[in-house]
């Protein structure tokens, strides 16, 4: 069975995780469909929703990732061009309908269960791991949360790191504004500075 979305699974930006969930979405549909009768056009269907919105969300977080200067990015590209090509020669090797959900399920099971669930995650950790309080401890992300967010807007941060964006949630972002709480770059060891902050939904190119 697979897991369905919580916040556990979230990378804190709006964007990204609201395309995690759509996905997460879609490979319930493919397990629905893996034991149940069903027309050899809605599972192509079904392949083709997944397939497009797979290949536009890789292209996103890959200019995110590209964004914050995430170190493994050549990985974690390789790993998407694995998975579309995977998609690819699934497309291209239907035989039975049968064949054709048992493949989807596994493909839809990896993508979720590996990339997701681990390999995103790990974008994660990045941005938190590079940001300390101003005494030096680790930041939570979680503790941060606040219903009022505005609707998910992205909040850039520099530091004296050439090139280096911080992403941060509106949390945080809130602390620095209105409480004055400084929060450092763990790499050069100088406090963050406000850059500039996206729309909803927007994610810089």
């Known amino acids: 069975m697979f897991p369905k979305w919580d916040d556990s699974y979230s990378v804190h930006n709006a964007k990204i995780d609201e395309q995690h969930k759509k996905l997460f979405e879609l490979a319930a549909k493919v397990e629905y469909m893996f034991d149940k009768p069903v027309y050899k056009n809605d599972i192509k269907n079904l392949l083709a929703e997944f397939f497009n919105y797979m290949k536009d969300h890789f292209h996103d977080e890959e200019k995110y990732m590209e964004l914050i200067g995430y ?6 590209r390789k790993i998407h061009k694995e ?3 995977m998609m690819i020669n699934l497309i291209q090797g239907i ?4 064949d054709l959900k048992e493949k989807l399920y596994m493909v839809a099971k990896k993508w979720l269960l590996e990339h997701i669930l ?3 995650m790990k974008v994660e950790h990045f941005r938190r791991s590079s940001l300390s309080h101003d005494d ?3 930041v939570s992300f979680e503790e941060d949360k606040d219903e009022k ?3 998910g807007a992205i909040y850039l941060y520099v530091c004296d790191c050439v090139g280096q964006i911080h992403d941060v949630p509106f949390g945080i972002h809130q602390k620095m504004q209105l409480k004055g709480t400084k929060f450092r770059c763990k790499k050069c060891q100088k406090p963050i500075q406000f850059h500039k902050k996206h729309s909803a939904g927007f994610l810089i190119y």
């Open 71 to 76: 170190p493994e990015l050549e990985a974690h």
């Open 83 to 85: 998975i579309i090509q």
């Open 95 to 98: 035989k039975t309908t049968n």
């Open 118 to 120: 681990y390999e995103d």
């Open 136 to 138: 030096g401890g680790d």
């Open 149 to 151: 967010d505005d609707e």
